[in-house]
Nanobody, 130 residues
C-alpha cells in the first residue's frame, strides 16, 4: 500500500520560494510509477501542476507554473524515497492546498487528470500574499 505524506507548505510573500516534500512509503520511487503534484484553491477544481515518470525522470509542467516550479525525486541511492516540488517566484494565485499523488498503473486519463492517480496525500497549504 502506497502512503504519501506532504510537508513544507507555509505562508510567503509574492516572489518568495517554498519547497514541498512528499514522503513515499510502501513503494520505491526508483521503480516505475507516475507521481504528480496537484493543487486546489477554494471554489476551484483540483489542477495538476507538475508530474514525473519516476523510472526515467521525465517531467512535465502545467503552463501556469512552467519555469517557476521544479519537480524532482531523491537519488535512488540515498533511500529517502521523497518527491519534491521547488516553487520559486510565487504569485498570489499559487495559493492553494497542494497534494502529491501516485499512480502505479499509468496515467490513462491524462498526466494532469486527477482521475489517473489512485494514491493521495493529505495535502499541505501554500499561501502567497501580495
Amino acid at each position: 500500500q502506497v502512503h504519501l505524506v506532504e510537508s513544507g507548505g507555509g505562508s510567503v510573500p509574492a516572489g518568495g520560494s517554498l519547497r514541498l516534500s512528499c514522503a513515499v512509503s510502501g513503494y520505491t520511487l526508483s521503480s516505475s510509477m507516475f507521481m504528480g503534484w496537484f493543487r486546489q484553491a477554494p471554489g476551484k477544481e483540483r489542477e495538476g501542476v507538475a508530474a514525473i515518470w519516476t523510472e526515467h525522470g521525465t517531467t512535465s509542467y502545467a503552463d501556469s507554473v512552467k519555469g517557476r516550479f521544479t519537480i524532482s525525486q531523491d537519488n535512488p541511492n540515498n533511500a529517502k524515497n521523497t518527491l519534491y516540488l521547488q516553487m520559486n517566484s510565487l504569485k498570489p494565485n499559487d495559493t492553494a492546498m497542494y497534494y502529491c499523488a501516485a499512480s502505479l498503473s499509468g496515467v490513462g486519463s491524462g498526466l494532469f487528470n486527477s482521475r489517473s492517480y489512485t494514491h493521495w496525500g493529505q495535502g499541505t497549504q501554500v499561501t502567497v500574499s501580495s
